[in-house]
């Protein structure tokens, strides 16, 4: 990340920047996604300073900001026609380095907590039916040719829609994390989320049967430590190729765009709720540290319901 910012930050900057980093992959658990995400923004936000300051920003200068610079900023990049959604999410980096700062003892700053978060359209999760789920789990293992690869990926398209997993923390298991079925064909994985967080998740037969057989046709020999999903190569497999094999899905069951990875975790949560389950069960099912969070899904339950009643409803025809 540095490389993206040692020409608009003083080494001072650069070096707290980089412990910055350093926490939020370590202490903090964040994805590379997000990682890579809050880089580029804080990238661009000290490319805005350089040249709204006439200079390499430092710590001083991130000190002494007044909520007219941060508005300054927020500003250009609604007339560069940045999204509310990435302007939003600049502001969380922003709003964390700050923060960091301030518990390092390197420099505070009250403006940035005055400054307001743009409104954002509400966005409901995008959810498979039940059917559709199913056949897609049936539709990546036909996708490959090599019968372990086959394997592998319904695998792990099962335990995503079976436990309501982020693709993260799927991809982020090792072997020896997989759970093995007690007596009463029951089992459990302890996943590790968001924030290092912690949730017991439940695991169907069916998932536990379906890892067993890919890693009995894996032609790498891993273990305890090694990574449960592995590539052809046999390192940890890459989220880009999950996201590829979905796409391969969507063409062959002619699914919309939204049908990825992750609506697999939306559809788990939306079907859940359509079978009777409580928001606060599924809640912590999913690692939400907020309730608020869940509750999208009865939206999401709500509009289906408001749409098979138009269409079959005999007095919504009328």
């Known amino acids: 990340m540095a490389a993206q910012i040692d020409t608009t930050a003083e080494p001072a900057l650069l070096a707290a ?8 992959e370590v ?7 997000t990682l890579d995400g809050y880089g580029r923004d804080l990238a661009a936000f000290c490319s805005y300073l350089a040249e709204h300051l006439g200079h390499a920003p430092g710590i001083e200068d991130f000190a002494g900001l007044a909520l007219a610079d941060f508005r300054g900023y927020l500003a250009r990049r609604g007339a560069e026609g940045v999204s509310r959604t ?34 954002l359209p509400v966005s409901l999760p995008k959810a ?6 199913l056949e897609a789990l049936e539709a990546v293992f036909e996708a490959h040719e090599e019968p372990w690869l086959a394997a592998r990926d319904r695998a792990l398209f099962t335990l995503i829609y079976g436990c309501g997993l982020r693709i993260s923390e799927a991809l982020g298991l090792n072997v020896g994390d997989t ?9 459990a994985l302890v996943i590790t989320g968001k924030g290092n967080k912690q949730r017991l998740v439940p695991v169907l037969p069916v998932i536990t049967e379906r890892i067993d057989s890919y890693l009995k046709q894996c032609p790498h020999r891993l273990g305890p430590k090694e990574p449960l ?26 699914l919309p765009d939204t049908a990825t990875p992750h609506s697999l975790r939306h559809s788990f949560a939306t079907h859940l709720l359509a079978g009777g389950g409580d928001l606060r069960t599924i809640q912590e099912l999913l690692g939400h540290a907020s309730l608020s969070s869940t509750q999208r899904y009865t939206e999401v339950d709500a509009a289906r319901l408001t749409e098979v009643y138009r269409d079959a409803h005999p007095r919504a025809r009328e």
């Open 17 to 24: 920047i980089e412990d910055w980093w350093r926490w939020l």
């Open 27 to 33: 202490e903090r658990n964040c994805s590379a996604h």
């Open 86 to 119: 990435s302007t939003a999410r600049a502001l969380s980096a922003l709003r964390n380095f700050f923060s960091f700062l301030e518990r390092r003892g390197l420099a505070s700053n009250a403006a940035i907590r005055a400054v307001k978060t743009p409104k």
């Open 128 to 133: 498979l039916s039940e059917a559709e789920a």
């Open 179 to 187: 759970p093995e079925l007690d007596g009463d064909g029951s089992a």
């Open 229 to 254: 999903f592995v590539g052809a190569r046999g390192g940890r497999l890459n989220p880009g190729v999950v996201q590829r094999q979905m796409r391969r899905v969507r063409v062959m069951l002619n």
